[in-house]
């Protein structure tokens, strides 16, 4: 099974994006064919400043091994490494109809949250389908916003092979439906662009903030409450251990949770959870050459690959001659 997804290196990595992607990802690696990497050309379209965007993808490359990705078992790469995905880019954007453009709910919102809406923004779904396709990926992990840029892969993908012949494989979406979206601290999905995130690496004091900002109702400590509809429960039940887990959810149905104590226990649960993660990240950062070196040896493998489909597209096309 050839399993792939992307990250952009656009902000401080989230228990979100680590619920939706990344673990997933991971939990993959041993018994797949495994295709990780860092999208900086994506995240060129709303970080327009040399320092943070170069400073950004180191840190999502250590962000990926500090968490378990081992790049000796997997192809881990920087998306603009390899020029073959730009040119795919073009020969599939010639045949993506405005249409499915306009219709993609994630530029209205990144437009309406103030990133420009230039046209990289607008053809970021067809950016997408070409990492995708190029590797003629069958399954990418990702949560659920990025569902609709699933669609818009697999239609290109039919559209493609139905124009020039059988080329690429039609990729599935992999939606954890328990973390499809793991809400903020305001309870609307969690996203670097709303700033409502719980950033997996930040430091203890931070931390704690994040987690006491939860918005919890004003329902009386011994008053029943639905745990379902309660975001620091969805959050708290990502890291709890299962007994503690049922006896937090029988609080919740029979009276008596305390949010704020809930909160406390969190903050340290957090804090374990991503300990030796935290420590690994450190270490990988100081040495950044070392890091460097890891994605160049992984744009080369991956590149082997990309030239295969790239020819081969380009045959079909009539790009050869
Ligand atoms: P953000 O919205 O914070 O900018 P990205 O767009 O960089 O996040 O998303 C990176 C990956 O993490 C994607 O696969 C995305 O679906 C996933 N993801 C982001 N936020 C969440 C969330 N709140 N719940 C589940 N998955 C998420
Ligand atoms: N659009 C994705 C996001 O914002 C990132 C991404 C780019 C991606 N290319 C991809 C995800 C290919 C999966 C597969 O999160």
């Given at each position: 099974?050839?399993?792939l ?16 992607m ?8 041993d ?20 320092a ?18 081992d ?5 881990f ?13 073009w ?6 109809p405005?249409?499915l ?7 209205k ?28 990926a ?10 609709q ?12 092979n139905?124009t ?5 494989t039609v ?12 809400p ?5 999905k ?11 690496f ?20 011994e008053?029943?409450?639905d ?5 620091l429960?969805?959050?708290y039940?990502?890291f709890a251990p ?18 704020g ?20 990240k450190?270490?990988l ?33 009539g790009?050869?001659?």
């Open positions: 099974m050839r399993i997804s992307g990250i952009q290196p656009s902000g401080q990595l989230h228990i979100g994006n680590y619920f939706g990344m673990k997933p990802m991971i939990a993959n690696m018994q797949s064919e495994l295709y990780a990497f860092i999208v900086d050309l994506h995240a060129l379209t709303s970080v327009q400043d040399r943070t965007l170069a400073q950004g993808t180191l840190e999502a490359a250590a962000d990926f091994i500090a968490l378990g990705l790049p000796e078992k997997c192809l790469w920087v998306q603009s490494d390899l020029p073959e995905v730009t040119e795919l880019a020969v599939l954007s010639s045949l993506t405005m249409g453009l306009e219709r993609c709910h994630s530029y919102d990144k437009v309406a949250k103030g990133i420009a809406p230039s046209h990289g923004l607008f053809a970021y779904p067809v950016l997408m389908a070409a990492d995708i396709l190029l590797f003629q069958e399954r990418v992990p990702v949560g659920k916003d990025q569902k840029h699933l669609e818009v892969a697999r239609d290109i993908a039919i559209k493609f139905n020039f012949g059988e080329t690429f990729p599935e979406p992999v939606i954890d439906a328990n973390v499809a979206t793991v903020g601290v305001d309870g609307q969690m996203s670097k662009s709303y700033g409502n995130t719980i950033p997996i930040s430091d203890a004091k931070t931390l704690k903030k994040r987690v006491m900002a939860i918005v919890t109702d004003a329902t009386p400590v008053d029943p409450k745990p379902d509809k309660c975001h429960y969805s959050i039940k990502l299962a007994e503690r887990l049922q006896e937090v959810h029988d609080l919740y149905v029979n009276g008596g949770a305390m949010y104590k809930i909160k406390l226990e969190l903050v340290d649960l957090l804090w374990e959870y991503f300990r030796e993660a935290r420590e690994k450190q270490q950062l100081a040495e950044p050459e070392q890091l460097r070196a890891i994605l160049k040896q992984g744009a080369e493998k991956a590149r082997t690959k990309a030239i295969l489909t790239l020819d081969l597209v380009r045959e079909r096309v790009l050869k001659y």
